[in-house]
């Protein structure tokens, strides 16, 4: 059971039964769960409030436009973004919903949703500032900036610090910002010692995360090693992995004698999500790539759909998007590898994943 709250429009489906157009309110999603909705995102529940309550018989809320109101809604929706790559690993654009096919444990799913635009995200950028770092840190920096100058102006970033510990960048009455300037403050202020809490660092981003109130969740990060100080295990992590439905891109920059590096762990963490590894050769790389990750956010086409199993029994659902057009040649499509589906109670591992972040 989802409670939904808010301040905006009511949007109606037209009568061709194509999907609503995005409304400009703002949205706030609260849940009774640790897991609010797999896969959710705060626009499409309120694109599909009217789809939801008409299935169910239930009138809509009555009042002026603009008030507030409360809609409870039981709706398994899953939300995808995807990318879509040509043969020679371009990304393609100018695709319909009829090219698309979703497959969850194999079965083949009615896609309820499809857009293909530019929305603003929540990203966090996780900066590796352990010592082995401090050579690469001014290439760090500039990369970051890169990706904010390429991003949509819309974005609210956050920067999440992690070496021995875990800090967030921005002051604490500024979880988030859109100004380049706060953003370079936030990324230079921490001096590169110590080791490396990697998973540390990624549990908080994901609880950053949950504060955000754009349309899509992204996590950037940036590391040269494996993990050597965490409270958190990778299992944790990966679990909130499977939970979230925040991208994760990675890049590793990593010191050929850097015993604790770990490309495999950065590689899971981005194929989980329908993120991509990146493993430069040198740091002054890293800009391009974050360029090029900018890009690929603010190409991706939204998906959704209620899977044909509607059961919440806390197991692992496979998903597997295809698409093909003529004349378009062979495309492939990257997007998260699946889910854990809710189960009620929490899970163990969900009620275990806690805690203590300073502001």
Known sequence: MIETTASARRVQE????????????????????????????????????CQVAGAQNSEPPQGRPGDDYTLQLNANM???????LGHHNELV???GKDNFQIYEDGVLQQIRYFSHEDIPVTVGI???????????RADVIAAAMAFARSSNPQDQMFVVNFNDRVSFGLPSNTPFT???????????????????????????????????????????????????????????????????????????IFDEQDG???????????????????????????????????????????LSYVPTIARQDGSYRVIEVKASA????????????GYSVPSTPPTPVARAIRHDIPN
Not at 271 to 288: D, H, R
Request: with cysteine; charged share 20%.
């Open 14 to 49: 037209d009568a061709s039964g194509r999907p609503p157009r995005f409304f400009n309110g703002r949205m706030h999603m609260t849940a009774k769960s640790p897991i609010a909705l797999w896969g959710m995102t705060a626009f499409i529940v309120a694109i599909l409030m």
């Open 78 to 84: 899953v939300v995808l973004s995807a990318t879509v």
């Open 93 to 95: 654009s100018g695709l």
């Open 126 to 136: 996780l900066v590796d500032n352990s010592g082995s770092m401090g050579p690469k």
């Open 178 to 252: 859109d100004r380049k300037d706060q953003l370079q403050l936030a990324l230079s202020q921490i001096r590169t010692i110590g080791q490396t809490a990697l998973y540390d660092g990624m549990v908080a981003g994901f609880d950053r995360l949950k504060q955000g109130d754009r349309d899509k969740k992204v996590l950037i990060l940036i590391s040269d090693g494996g993990d050597n100080a965490s409270k958190h295990s990778l299992a944790q992590v990966i679990e909130l992995a499977k939970q979230s439905a925040a991208i994760i891109y990675s890049i590793g």
């Open 260 to 302: 604790d590096r770990n490309p495999a762990v950065l590689n899971r963490f981005a194929k989980a999500t329908g993120g991509e590894a990146f493993f430069p050769e040198t740091s002054k790389e890293i800009a391009p790539i974050c360029e090029g990750i900018a890009r690929d956010i603010r190409n991706q086409y939204t």
């Open 326 to 337: 003529q004349g378009r040649g062979r495309l492939s499509v990257r997007t998260r590898a």
